[in-house]
């Protein structure tokens, strides 16, 4: 069992432990949606729903899965909730913001097959999180997920102002906007207790 | 355009279209597990083995996956793969298996996999589907060390585990630290962006010349 306390839990996901500048999971729509502000956040709040509703289920699966002696099967019953889970957040964005769903176009369906959200199901199991506990790393995760895209996309829209040398434009470009930001986060390491 | 071959097959995954370098594809693996070039190797050869088993099985049965479940279907058949390899690395090592972590079942969520099965394999017969797969596997493969090759020797002034400089080398904790992983990839990237500007400028020589 894990004694993490829960605001601790919470803290570190967002800030020291998170999971993108730390943990490097769901680093695809981070090089992808960051772009603009106006897409980045709402694909953050997508993929944090999607997080908290895996985890949710995750939970009681796997007490399903250890009762009948089935874990050898979590992957493969993780990633169908999620790509369920996604399927309607998919299904709710189409019909409500349609202009939305047209700016993150493939980026949404691809939330399945974001290693942040399996990666908490697996990382929640793999330390024995009780539900609070579960709950308390989804949430921080989905938050801190969405505070690195949109302090990227906040990045990227300046830098499209500046002036880069050719080499160094595209993927590159984000992959150290990215390597500054983790470096900064570095800086918040002690908050929360650690690891 | 004459039908490719299947060595052109291999060598598009493995050089052409590298997943890391060219597609900045799979990300999350490549920056969490290059700490040491021995896991990156690790890594990327149970990829490879997801990566050429899963395509073979897709391939072989893409007459008969129905359109509309056919991403579902996939992520079944390489959640299988994976946890075959999730479970043969802890029967063969279990220090490597403590060192990759969870992200040995995140090959799951690679987006090389899905991207794969989506786009090659289930369009093409089995033979060019697995060698095209194989390719990417081994492309990813050589991606990963060549990041985990510089951190290591940079991070910990080893090289397999081997020591280089000597006792007096002051290690970059940083290169073995998150940011360290992002900054070696911006290296490559850089050099590859370089290395394909040389590359056009002399082929548009080329081309005046023979004009």
């Known amino acids: ?195 | 355009m004459s039908a490719p071959t299947s060595f052109d097959e291999f060598l598009d995954g493995l050089w052409r279209q590298n997943p890391i370098f060219v597609m900045v594809l799979g990300m999350c693996p490549t920056l969490a597990v290059t700490v040491s070039a021995v896991n990156a190797i690790s890594m990327g050869l149970a990829t490879t083995f997801v990566l050429g088993t899963s395509c073979l099985l897709v391939s072989l049965l893409r007459h008969s996956i129905p359109k509309q479940v056919r991403i579902a279907s996939y992520i079944v058949i390489i959640a299988t793969f994976v946890t075959v390899v999730d479970y043969a690395i802890q029967a063969i090592s279990l220090d490597l298996y403590e060192a990759l972590g969870a992200y040995i079942k995140l090959i799951v969520a690679n987006c090389i996999l899905l991207g794969r099965a989506e786009a090659h394999a289930a369009k093409n017969p089995p033979l060019p589907a697995t060698l095209n797969a194989i390719g990417m596997g081994l492309g990813f493969t050589l991606g990963l060390l060549a990041i985990g090759c510089v951190r290591e020797m940079l991070g910990a002034g080893k090289l397999f585990g081997i020591s280089l400089f000597g006792a007096h080398f002051q290690p970059w904790v940083v290169m073995v630290l998150p940011p360290g992983g992002f900054f070696v990839l911006a290296f490559w990237l850089i050099l590859f962006a370089a290395f394909r500007h040389i590359n056009g400028r002399r082929n548009a020589q080329l081309g005046e010349v023979q004009s």
């Not at chain 1, 949430?139 to 160094?168: C, D, H, K």
């Open chain 1, 1 to 195: 069992m894990n004694n993490d306390s829960v605001a601790n839990i919470l803290l570190t996901t967002i800030l020291p432990g998170n999971f993108v500048l730390a943990m490097f999971l769901g680093m695809c729509p981070f090089l992808g949606v960051s772009q603009k502000l106006s897409t980045a956040f709402p694909m953050g709040i997508a993929t944090a729903f999607v997080i908290l509703v895996s985890s949710v289920s995750a939970y009681f699966l796997n007490m399903v899965l250890v009762h009948f002696h089935l874990e050898f099967l979590s992957v493969i019953t993780f990633i169908t909730v999620i790509a369920c889970a996604v399927q309607l957040v998919e299904m709710f964005v189409k019909k409500t913001f349609p202009e939305l769903f047209r700016q993150l176009g493939i980026y949404l369906p691809l939330i399945t097959t974001n290693c942040a959200v399996l990666g908490v199901a697996l990382f929640q199991t793999a330390r024995q999180y009780n539900f609070a506990q579960s709950l308390a790393y989804s949430i921080g995760g989905g938050l801190g997920f969405t505070l690195a895209l949109v302090l990227m996309a906040g990045v990227r829209e300046r830098m499209q102002l500046s002036n880069v040398p050719t080499l160094v434009q595209g993927a590159a470009l984000s992959v150290v906007i990215g390597g500054l930001l983790s470096l900064s986060f570095m800086g918040f390491s002690g908050i929360g207790g650690g690891e």
